[in-house]
């Protein structure tokens, strides 16, 4: 009796670990979308790509994004930044913003494969990568605010 309860211990365990990973083994976060007004836009789960590893890689190959999903790009430092969708089959909606959470750029409805360089024209301190129209259906506009963690909300 003992080895089956131990058994399926194991069993809920090594589920329950299967459930707490994404595509990427990338963290998920929560992350709120707040409009100029405050008022919430959009409650997302997103991974976090905050190594050179996981920027690197990002969506690539991805085949499926849920609407209430993305991937946040955290470069740790306000700097120029370059994106592109070599090997993304997605179109993506891409949010830059700067060290506050604050939307300074939109790239709407990106080209799958494209190669061509996707940059704000300034320096930026993180990504959010979301399924293309999602800007667009939710009214999300420069000077709106990304909220989690990773911004610095002081001042």
């Known amino acids: ?11 809920i365990t090594a589920a329950a ?4 990973q994404t595509p990427s083994g990338m963290p998920l976060i929560a992350l709120t979308i707040q409009g100029k ?10 991974e976090l790509a905050e190594t050179p590893e996981h920027r690197a890689k ?16 955290d470069f740790k430092e306000t700097r120029s930044v370059s994106m592109w969708m070599k090997n993304t089959p997605l179109s993506l909606d891409m949010i830059f913003t700067d060290d506050k959470g604050a939307i300074l750029y939109i790239a709407r409805n990106t ?3 494209s190669e061509d360089i996707i940059s704000p024209g300034m ?3 993180a990504v959010l ?21 990773i911004f610095n909300t002081g001042g």
């Open 1 to 11: 009796m003992r080895s089956v309860v131990v058994a399926f211990l194991l069993v």
């Open 17 to 20: 670990a299967g459930l707490a």
């Open 37 to 46: 007004d405050g008022a919430t836009k959009a409650d997302l789960t997103v």
């Open 58 to 73: 990002g969506l690539m190959f991805r085949n499926e994004l849920a609407d209430n999903r993305g991937m946040l790009f």
């Open 111 to 113: 080209v799958p494969f």
């Open 123 to 125: 320096p930026v301190y």
């Open 129 to 149: 990568e979301v399924k293309a129209g999602t800007t667009g259906r939710l009214a999300i506009e420069p000077g709106d605010r990304l909220v989690t963690p």
